[in-house]
């Protein structure tokens, strides 16, 4: 007897969400190494970019793009403590989450709950707004006023997403949250975060000038701050994403087909601590990211995903609304033809 399709779809999602959780526990060990092998190098790089830049300009230049990468793989251990999986250990995981959320200048715990939002939400076209890239619908763009249309090609412009983006961020997360509810329990996270932030400033200038911030510091966060933003673009934003109205939204269906499986080179995905493989991680976010990649060869509707290359990737910033008809986000040309 077979079952009915509408039966079917909540039984394959607990399926797969049951296989997936085999792959949750953490190891103190390689979490450990983790933190060894990212902070000691991130460390050293700034150190050496510092010398260098009055020494050997060109090794500065050199290891820009890798600390920079190692800027980003730390973002991705907080974000591994946010979700308590980084550790078995819940004090542990607000201890480097604090840690390497104060490095990134990202404040742990009011993140760990936007962040929490936006998997609650991703891919529900009724509960939009919660740490996504901003996304109408076709109807929704046609019933913007001119003005209401420009602002939103100017949210969407490659350009100010990617450039503009990281000096946002930047000033963003030393603000409260402005919700009465989020400012009693996140205020005290912004407010330790700054001061934290304002110490490492403070010492770093004191001990290697302004002059050193502005062209090693500064660059290394920025650029880590723009392959934040393009991972975390093309981890939702692709041709055939998912959204759904509330009522026949599918959490694990939002996560395996409203995120991407982006397909890294083996050095970049050590780098970005396979979160390119972000279907797996929505469908499971209790799995560190150290074992991303065997819950993805473990489960076999991972590996049914169609990967997303560095290729195709680079035309995804055309994708600008999204189609109900279609399916699938569409340009701004499918509203002016």
């Known amino acids: 007897m077979s079952i009915p399709a509408a039966a079917a779809a909540p039984s394959r999602s607990r399926s797969i969400q049951e296989r997936a959780a085999a792959f949750r526990a953490s190891h103190a060990g390689r979490a450990t190494w983790q933190m060894l092998n990212t902070l000691v ?6 150190a050496l970019m510092f010398w260098g830049r ?25 974000h591994d403590c946010a979700h308590g999986s980084f550790t078995g250990s819940r004090r542990a995981n607000e201890i480097i989450g604090f840690i390497t959320g104060a490095i990134t200048m990202t404040p742990f715990a009011q993140w760990r709950r936007d962040h929490a939002l936006h998997h609650a939400s991703s891919g529900d076209l009724d509960r939009r ?35 503009l983006g990281p000096l946002y961020l930047m000033v963003h997360y030393r603000r409260t949250p402005p919700a009465a509810a989020r400012r009693a329990a ?40 723009m392959a934040g933003i393009w991972l975390f673009y093309v981890q939702h ?91 699938q986000l569409v340009g701004f040309e499918a509203v002016e033809g």
Request: glycine share 6%; charged share 20%.
């Open 129 to 163: 707004g919660h740490g996504d890239i901003d996304t109408l619908t076709v109807d929704e763009y046609r019933a913007l006023s001119r003005w209401g249309r420009f602002r939103y090609r100017f949210y969407r412009n490659a350009f100010v997403m990617l450039f």
């Open 41 to 46: 190098p991130l460390a050293a790089g700034f």
């Open 237 to 327: 934003q692709h041709e055939d994403a998912y959204w759904e109205p509330h009522e026949e939204w599918d959490y694990v269906m939002a996560a395996m087909h409203g995120s991407s499986f982006y397909r890294l080179p083996r050095v970049l995905e050590w780098f970005t601590g396979s979160i390119g493989r972000h279907h797996v991680h929505h469908v499971d976010p209790r799995i560190p990211n150290y074992r991303l990649r065997a819950a993805h060869e473990g489960v076999e509707e991972f590996r049914s995903v169609p990967p997303l290359t560095i290729w195709k990737s680079l035309r995804t910033p055309g994708l600008k609304l999204w189609d109900p008809r279609r399916r």
């Open 54 to 78: 009055t020494n050997a300009w060109w090794l500065t230049v050199l290891l820009l793009p890798v600390t920079a990468l190692l800027y980003v793989r730390t973002f991705i251990i907080m």
């Open 186 to 225: 996140k205020v005290s996270s912004v407010h330790w975060t700054n001061l934290a932030v304002a110490v490492m400033i403070a010492a770093l200038t004191w001990a290697v000038g302004w002059r050193a911030m502005l062209l090693v510091w500064l660059p290394v966060v920025y650029l880590a701050s």
